[in-house]
């Protein structure tokens, strides 16, 4: 009988993720949601992710169970594929990029971890970075803090630029028309926001660019705009549009530079509150991370189709120079 008490109160004081992993022979399970395509190149993105939980006592296929789903670029998918993972009642649901309002929003049982995200803060996920309060919590990246650093990359690329355009999905949120302003002013720089839905607005999108008489375009880093990067980056050398892009795997296509955050970074820190999570830490009580690791860098194989020589300054402050 004092071993049956033993018993139930340990059941009782154990975490709810430790009574479900031990339903699935000591397995924990995380369920991943991504905004990219599936495949090898989304697994190779998101593969810090289980690297580092591996390093942390995680392993895939031992005493981990990750179950997956991509949304293919289309945000408005996010809130029924959040539901399949829910069904599989995992213990952590991980939300990578703007799809993790959908994801954050699908749950208040589940602890939810998001990554790659802009201004936790202001988009509702915590009440503040350090006590964040509620079931969510992650890592974000710089957002809005980078668009003036990418207009300065521009003024540096091209001196005489006076006219910028910000691309975006039409399906994200948009940026505030007083932020807008405010890059301008801080700027000196004309900004027409631009956004497309999906590859077949794209050529419409570009000539209300080629009206606007814009030169240059800052990139958004979205999953629909990765997805058809190359089109993108077509579309710019056609317009003689110099471009800055939201991270450096969206210019083996032909973008002219980047800087963001190192989202391999950003990952397998997240990685480690996901292993806290695991362990029976509370999400309201995990301080949100800022990603600190920010990188340039300049792809010469671009600026020579655009017919541009990129100042010797910008070379030397690059992490990385595409020859």
Not at 68 to 94: C, I, S, T
Request: charged share 20%; net charge positive; proline share 5%.
């Amino acid at each position: 009988m004092q071993h049956r008490r033993i018993v139930l109160l340990a059941l009782l004081v154990m975490p709810a993720a430790a009574l479900r992993a031990a339903g699935r022979g000591g397995r924990a399970r995380i369920g991943i949601l991504s905004g990219l395509a599936a495949g090898p190149e989304a697994m190779r993105f998101l593969e810090p992710i289980t690297a580092r939980l591996a390093e942390l006592g995680f392993v895939e296929g031992r005493n981990l169970e990750v179950e997956y789903r991509f949304a293919e670029g289309k945000l408005e998918r996010a809130p029924a594929l959040a539901a399949e993972l829910l069904a599989r009642e995992p213990d952590v649901l991980v939300a990578v990029g703007p799809i993790a309002t959908s994801a954050a929003a699908a749950t208040k049982s589940v602890p939810v971890v998001v990554l790659l995200v802009n201004d936790p803060v202001a988009q509702g996920f915590a009440q503040s970075m350090a006590r964040p309060g509620g079931h969510v919590t992650g890592v974000g990246t710089w957002g809005l803090e980078l668009v003036a650093k990418r207009l300065q990359l521009l003024k540096e690329l091209a001196p005489g630029v006076k006219r910028v355009g910000l691309f975006d999905n039409a399906h994200s949120q948009p940026m505030p028309e007083v932020d807008r302003l405010d890059f301008e002013r801080r700027s000196g720089l004309a900004i027409v926001l631009v956004r497309a839905g999906g590859p077949d607005e794209f050529d419409a999108a570009f000539a209300t660019l080629a009206r606007e008489r814009v030169t240059g375009l800052i990139v958004s880093a979205d999953p629909m705009i990765y997805l058809n990067r190359a089109r993108i980056a077509q579309l710019c050398t056609q317009h003689k549009m110099l471009s800055v892009w939201g991270h450096r795997s969206y210019l083996d296509v032909g973008g002219l530079a980047s800087y963001q955050s190192d989202f391999a970074e950003a990952l397998r820190r997240g990685a480690a509150i996901i292993d806290k999570v695991l362990r029976g830490a509370k999400p309201a009580e995990i301080p949100f991370e800022q990603a600190t690791k920010l990188e340039l860098v300049v792809n010469l194989k671009a600026a020579k189709a655009l017919g541009i020589v990129v100042p010797a300054s910008l070379l030397m402050a690059a992490n990385e120079v595409i020859e």
